[in-house]
């Protein structure tokens, strides 16, 4: 689903009217996007955005939050499972310094699912990701069992786009080797697709998510619209929608 | 160099592993397929490798006590040429800081001591070590004649009786023997060859060969191959307790069935030994008599 049809959908389940006609009275949306998106009668546009990027955030958290106390591995796969579109992947060459290397990820990861290097040969390793108490425990020096290479998410400071992996490998065995580092990360605020001449992120662009979560998100922005404007009479009737077993998950 | 040989060989390292088929990594690979952990999440290969050396000594331990054939090694050695503190004559195990020959730290317990070179030839009998330093007598008649050994320590302590000219033994008009120059053939029970644990890129064992490639023989377990599923069983156990999982039934009683066999083995040698001890009582033996060298 695109920004301006997200934007379309939860004006008119809030009742709301939006002005998509174009210079000849026609719905400008049937032909094309939107230049700029009108404000409904209620709603400023930057409210729905606000609305809408938070509707993402709080689907993404309810994923998390269900997959926290499970094994991480478990958990990556539950992930990979619901969210197969999002999953990205970047990779980076192995360079190792002292037997650990330091790198920084373009995105602002919100879940690690996978790390994996490969050879020239294709030969597969799964590098293993810990978290900060278990790397502790691994790099105990009482214990002469150096352990395979893993991974170490670290966070960055607030505010940066970018978040920082360690890798350690004692055993000098994936130096030189291609790292395949598989994340879902922070989705992109609507608000920032203002200028639709930029034909990276602009209204016409789809909604940062996967896309099966997409009536979930709707749900909840119009919570949070209405929560906003305390419409007391819509909002039992939406609260029941949410918890219904049937929007679970979208 | 008192240790001259091993097999025949003048390097440890030089034994060829038991294994016709099972390397180390075939065994890690086996173990972690087993145990649903092939994918180094929570076990790690190290972790295999140090598990698969600790089964292998354990049921090296096993077969050697029941004297089974596999880790049984022909030590070649000379008198040393100084006497040891006990005043008697002595091999030393360590090889004289030959660290290829330091049988001291890879034997697993001395079996039988033969005298094999020059003239004289035969069977040394086994004696307590009181005995050894009690016989240590100018005035011993009665075993003037006898050769006898213990195994203390870094040592093989040897008794020649005093009609036997040896290191410690010199200075007598004229000796019936002289075995200050003879090989001494110590049969014996080794411990078993491990894993270097060093990583695979410079390790000599633990080599990650694909099956479609031939493995070189450092890359075999030391263990003869009807024993490696009770070495694969026991590995499962081991990994399975490192993640705290149970031990599954089947693999428990495969292995507590496999042990108890070579325990029951092990029980059926020494009875042996003793009925042999309780004959020689009797004066009837299958041993050597006192005073044949």
Redesign the interface.
Known sequence: MRIWEAHKALSLALGDTVNFLDANGLDATIISPPNSMPDGVWLLHSLRNSQIYRAMLKVYNEIIMSVAPLD??IAGSVIEKIMPNTILTETQTIALNNSAQTMALDSKIIYLTKVYCRNENNDVY?I?IKNGIEVNALLNTRNV????AFAYLFNVELGYDVSILHIYDF???IDGMTAYISFIKYPRNPAIAIDNSNPDYNWNSELDIEEILIPKVLSYAKLYALQEHQDMELLPALQMELISPNQQGG | MPITTINGLTDIAQIRPLSKFWTYYRIASEAQVLTNTV????V????VR?HINAAISHIADLLSLAMEPWYGVNIKATIEASAHDFGLDYVDLTSGGNTALDMARFLHHIERVNIASGTRKGNMTKWDLSMLTQQKSDWNVQHAQTAAWTHFGNDLLLLFGNDIESTVNTGAASYSYDVTSSDIVIAAYRQPLLDDML???TSITYLRTKDSSAPTITEFVDLPDKYCKLLIDMVQASILQQINVDVPKAVEQNINQATAQLTQMIEAKRQFEVNSKQGFDRGITRLTPPGAV
């Open positions: 991480r591995q799964p293993p069992q150096n352990p395979d055993k000098n065995e | 994918n180094n999440e929570k790690q290969e190290t972790n140090y990583v695979p890129s």
